[in-house]
């Protein structure tokens, strides 16, 4: 089957974004339009007003419904108005190897799409993303001048407007190239006859192709198998869920050989890998990886709108690949601070009793939609305090640590973290956690009011 191989360039974007895509000879302007819009960031379908035109000879292409109803029979631009659904590409390819592609009139974008080759063994009724280079922009982001200036903020988390641009960014799918992904997706624009005689295949599986590859991939020859699942088990213990997309994405900034998303999804969901993970308290779950006390809890749904919009900590590797373990969590001198007054107060100065006490405080602090001034109330309501003073000490040392814990809510931030990248936007934790006033050399009596702020006696609360 003839087909057309066409590089796809933004212009005016530095670095380059560019996309090189196949697809039989054949296609209208409308599908070429489709074929864009899957190999890019883009969706048009999120604004009515987001249209294409391309300007070619004497006719100018669009599915600008204004501007075809407007102009029918007149000139627009000195060009004659025409709809891309009744144009295909083929013939102002090959008489022009490249045109213009103008997309969302008030933004401006500008791809220019270059024929590269013309072939006659492409067999596929729609098309495939072969390559690219560089992330998309998203919808609305102002055109190239835009995305400028959005990737400024984006890629710096100490600017006043981060969390509200990421937030946005993840909003309007902003996502990295994941060309196996787009090629399931490009499936859909499919305006010709697969030709499956001539392709290698197995009840419609593909064995083997020169452009779309093989639906399989061979496990026995994929690299660093045992290091992705150190990984898979690390990401679900620090993030509590991740998706495909960014696991791959920061899998392949700190490794040299990279892996796809097809190869991690057929690796994961092979029975011996995924009886690994599950021994690793994380399951596979569509596209993503999701520790096992979110499916255990039901606790899926309310965790996503949580962390919706917020960024991910992302360790280095070293540090990363400790959270395989599922006992590890970063260490602070809040903790080690609490430690030791636990041991000295209560346990002879015994500082293994003591970091028990503290692990399990963090491990339930941990926990998705914990309720902190609870886990406030459980961990002193262990211990008999003297006198306020003292117990304010401990209110303080508590606090400490819970806006200094990393939390699956805050995408493997700390409370802390999130408040100091974005101080305007986020509110500190509730006034509960702070230390009341301290009346020095006097006891609690079991009547009175709880120190901790509850509103209830002593006794019924932290003096229980």
Not at 361 to 385: C, H, P, S, T
Not at 433 to 453: A, I, L, Q, Y
Request: hydrophobic residues 35%; proline residues 5%.
């Amino acid at each position: 089957m003839k087909a057309y191989i066409l590089k796809l360039t933004f212009e005016y974007l530095e670095p380059s974004v560019w996309r090189r895509v196949i697809l039989p000879a054949g296609a209208t302007f409308n599908r070429l339009h489709e074929t864009i819009q899957y190999v890019t960031n883009f969706k048009s379908t999120i604004s009515p007003y987001h249209f294409f035109g391309i300007g070619i000879d004497d006719i100018f292409i669009t599915n600008n419904g204004a501007i075809l109803e407007e102009y029918k029979g007149k000139k627009f631009a000195g060009q004659t108005v025409k709809q891309p659904t009744r144009i295909k590409i083929d013939s102002y390819l090959e008489k022009h190897g490249q045109f213009v592609y103008s997309y969302d009139f008030g933004d401006d974008w500008r791809i220019r799409v270059e024929l590269e080759d013309t072939v006659e063994d492409y067999y596929f009724g729609y098309p495939t993303l072969l390559d690219g280079e560089g992330t998309a922009p998203p919808e609305d982001v102002g055109g190239p001048p835009g995305y400028e200036e959005f990737l400024k903020v984006y890629h710096d988390p100490t600017h006043p407007d981060y969390l509200r641009t990421y937030a946005w960014a993840e909003g309007m799918y902003y996502l990295p190239l994941d060309i196996d992904w787009v090629n399931e997706l490009l499936k859909s624009v499919k305006y010709k006859k697969t030709e499956w005689q001539h392709i290698d295949h197995d009840n419609y599986f593909i064995l083997s192709d020169k452009y779309r590859g093989a639906d399989f991939t061979d496990l026995e020859t994929l690299p660093n198998k045992d290091l992705v699942i150190q990984y898979a088990a690390a990401c679900a213990q620090l993030y509590g869920v991740i998706n495909y997309s960014k696991f791959v994405e920061i899998y392949n900034a700190q490794n040299k050989i990279p892996i796809s998303s097809k190869e991690l999804h057929e690796l994961l969901t092979d029975y011996h890998y995924s009886k690994l993970l599950e021994g690793k308290y994380v399951h596979v779950s569509y596209n993503k990886l999701v520790h096992e006390a979110i499916e255990g809890f039901g606790d899926y749904d309310a965790l996503m709108s949580k962390v919706k919009g917020k960024p991910y900590y992302i360790p280095s590797k070293k540090e990363l690949l400790r959270y395989a373990d599922e006992f590890y969590f970063e260490k602070t001198i809040h903790q080690k601070k609490l430690a030791s007054m636990v041991a000295k107060d209560y346990f002879g100065g015994s500082t293994v009793k003591a970091h028990k006490e503290i692990e399990e405080l963090v491990y339930e602090l941990q926990v998705f939609d914990i309720n902190v001034q609870e886990a406030l109330k459980e961990f002193l309501g262990r211990f008999e305090f003297v006198d306020k003073k003292r117990l304010n000490e401990y209110v303080q040392a508590v606090s400490m640590i819970a806006n200094t814990t990393r939390i699956w809510e805050n995408r493997g931030h700390t409370p802390d973290e999130l408040s100091q990248m974005s101080k305007p936007q986020l509110k500190p934790l509730p006034n509960t956690f702070e230390p009341t006033d301290v009346v020095e050399d006097v006891k609690v009596g079991r009547n009175d009011p709880c120190p901790c702020g509850s509103g209830k006696k002593y006794k019924k609360c932290c003096g229980k």
